[in-house]
């Protein structure tokens, strides 16, 4: 089965830079990457999903990067602000196409 | 709005005892599913449901039953041979899986469930 790796540890920035967070994968490449935000106490919200054939996906301030060589993703969110702290789970089709998910990263962005 | 209903948003269980979440979506999804969340855990997949009157058993299924007789609705009963049952437990739907594997899937604001 399809295993996920996202970095426990929490992630601090500054406000105003660009956040990056990853999602490693480890057996076969997914037809497709989805990235999702849960803030404490609620359910994920889904926010981009990317195909094995794009490179990038873009979505306001927010960018994926899928490289199936790497068996990677990078999350990037620009011109950070607190609001956006939280934490960013990425899920990949797992058995019946019902998607996997990591344990996620928390973001902490501080004014 | 549409959008996924869970209640109640806490619940206390006492031992022996079974007790039921509820999940009901207006987002007219044939696929619901049911996940569990542990502190520093990913979540875990207890049971789905494609359609009415069909659901499939997850990785974590035992100790938990499920019924879809709405499409709307898919309530998840927490029984007392789940021993360790505290935990965060959200519901989810699709527009589909099979066929529809890369549809985003859309969360309650789960329960958490605590044993008294």
């Known amino acids: 089965s399809q295993k996920i790796e996202q970095n426990s540890e929490a992630l601090n920035i500054q406000e105003g830079k660009t956040a990056t967070l990853t999602c490693n994968y480890t057996?076969?490449?997914?037809?497709?990457l989805q990235w999702y935000r849960q803030d404490p106490g609620r359910g994920p919200v889904f926010l981009l999903l990317i195909r094995e054939n794009e490179k990038e996906k873009r979505k306001e301030r927010l960018k994926v990067t899928f490289d199936t060589t790497l068996k990677q993703s990078l999350f990037h969110i620009t011109a950070s602000q607190p609001a956006d702290s939280a934490t960013y789970l990425c899920a990949l089709p797992g058995g019946s196409y019902i998607p996997t998910f990591g344990r996620g990263t928390s973001l902490i962005v501080h004014p | 709005d549409g959008g996924i209903t869970q209640s109640p948003k806490y619940l206390f269980r006492k031992e022996g005892q079974n007790v039921t979440l509820s999940c009901e979506q207006n987002l007219n999804h044939d696929a619901m599913y049911w996940y569990r969340q542990d502190p520093g855990q990913g979540l875990r997949l207890i049971y789905y449901s494609q359609i009415v009157n069909d659901f499939q058993k997850g990785d974590i299924a035992e100790g938990y039953s499920v019924s879809r007789e709405k499409k709307e609705s898919f309530p998840l009963t927490v029984t007392s041979a789940q021993k360790n049952p505290t935990a965060f437990y959200l519901c989810?739907?699709?527009?589909?899986?099979?066929?529809?594997?890369?549809?985003?899937?859309?969360f309650g604001d789960g329960t958490r469930l605590s044993i008294l």
């Open positions: 989810a739907s699709s527009i589909g899986h099979r066929g529809y594997g890369n549809q985003p899937q859309h």
């Open positions: 057996n076969y490449s997914p037809a497709y």
